[in-house]
């Protein structure tokens, strides 16, 4: 079956625009994460979702980050103003049930900010 | 706040060689310990996945153990090939927020011909 897909795969944004990133979760995952990865460093929690339902945002690193799940199944992680810290691979999983299962990793979107 | 660390950072090793790839994490109150394979440029794949009441898992060529009172964990790769070059990360799930991944830097691992 299908994987997790992510959109675009790769985004070059000039400082200061604004970029939307997108994730197809498995069909039918409850859960869906997204984590970003800066370069030769492990990924880092972003947010989970559970559902539309958008139960932890500890890791969004500034309010220029948004996440939304509306229909509890397509993601999209927006990104505000965009400044040359944010360029990362930003990476999105989801899991079948809660967040204690396996977690399902896409290909992740590399974000390049000149 | 939970931190992990892995060692070596890179390891180059030739073909047919057993090796052991190391994680330590800082909180033992984890739910569980996951091990990652990621390729250049391409997502993470899930290899094992070892609940907290665990010790070890296994899957083929790999075996994974974890002692969570020493806040270790070490992943063992059998007769290595050069397809498992890969980068290799650790992560844990903390007991109250188990859906949160904290990752590790990974060990970039080349097997050579």
């Known amino acids: 079956g299908a994987g997790v897909s992510q959109s675009p795969r790769y985004k070059v944004a000039k400082r200061g625009q604004d970029v939307a990133l997108r994730c197809d979760p498995i069909?039918?995952?409850?859960?869906l994460f997204w984590y970003q990865q800066a370069l030769g460093q492990g990924p880092e929690f972003l947010t989970y979702?559970?559902?539309?339902?958008?139960?932890?945002k500890s890791g969004l690193p500034s309010d220029r980050f948004f996440a939304e799940r509306p229909e509890g199944s397509v993601s999209t992680l927006k990104i505000q103003r965009t400044q040359q810290e944010d360029s990362a691979v930003y990476l999105c999983?989801?899991?079948?049930?809660?967040?204690?299962?396996?977690?399902?990793f896409g290909p992740g979107t590399r974000l390049t900010v000149l | 706040k939970q931190e992990v660390t892995q060692i070596p950072a890179a390891l180059s090793v030739p073909e047919g060689e057993n090796l052991v790839l190391n994680c330590s994490f800082t909180?033992?109150?984890?739910?569980?310990l996951q091990w990652f394979r990621q390729d250049p440029g391409k997502g993470l794949t899930s290899l094992l996945l070892?609940?907290?009441?665990?010790r070890e898992q296994t899957s083929g060529r790999l075996n994974a153990s974890l002692d969570k009172s020493s806040g270790r964990s070490t992943l063992y790769i059998a007769a290595s090939q050069p397809g498992d070059s890969a980068t290799y990360l650790c992560?844990?799930?903390?007991?109250?927020?188990?859906?949160?991944?904290?990752f590790g830097t990974g060990t970039r691992l080349q097997v050579t011909l």
């Open positions: 909180d033992s109150a984890i739910y569980n």
């Open positions: 992560a844990v799930s903390h007991t109250g927020t188990a859906s949160k991944l904290t």
């Open positions: 070892i609940q907290s009441s665990q």
């Open positions: 999983a989801s899991s079948p049930r809660q967040g204690t299962d396996t977690q399902y």
């Open positions: 979702f559970q559902n539309e339902a958008q139960l932890d």
């Open positions: 069909s039918g995952h409850v859960s």
